[in-house]
């Protein structure tokens, strides 16, 4: 049983040993420069103007999207229109009451 749990052991020493390998610091392969400093950092500014862009899109999205859904709403709603009209002119004095009832009578 002894050498099952050296073994064990072992095997778990061997798999810790290329995390203690890569967790060393190595100079960059960039002629020594970061990645990111490239241009003396404006690819820092590139991306950050890419993230204001995407979420510009997003929020804009969303707005187009939120109008022409209530855009949509309001056209189907198209009946309540008319009914409106039809107060305004009777609170106008336009037309009488017979009148009113009458065509308050077809669009309903």
């Known amino acids: ?30 002629g020594g420069m970061h990645p990111m400093g490239w241009m003396g950092g404006m690819w820092g500014i590139g991306m950050m103007f890419m993230m204001l862009l995407f979420w510009f899109l997003v929020i804009a999205g969303l707005i187009l999207a939120v109008r022409w859904f209530l855009n949509d709403q309001k056209e189907r709603r198209g009946s309540d229109s008319a009914l409106e009209i039809l ?17 308050k009578k077809d669009l309903s």
């Open 1 to 30: 049983m002894a050498i099952w749990r050296e073994f064990a052991i072992a095997i778990s020493i061997i798999s810790f040993v290329p995390g203690w390998a890569s967790a060393q610091e190595r100079p960059y392969d960039w």
């Open 87 to 103: 107060r305004q002119r009777y609170a106008r004095g336009e037309i009488n009451q017979e009148e009113f009832e009458t065509k």
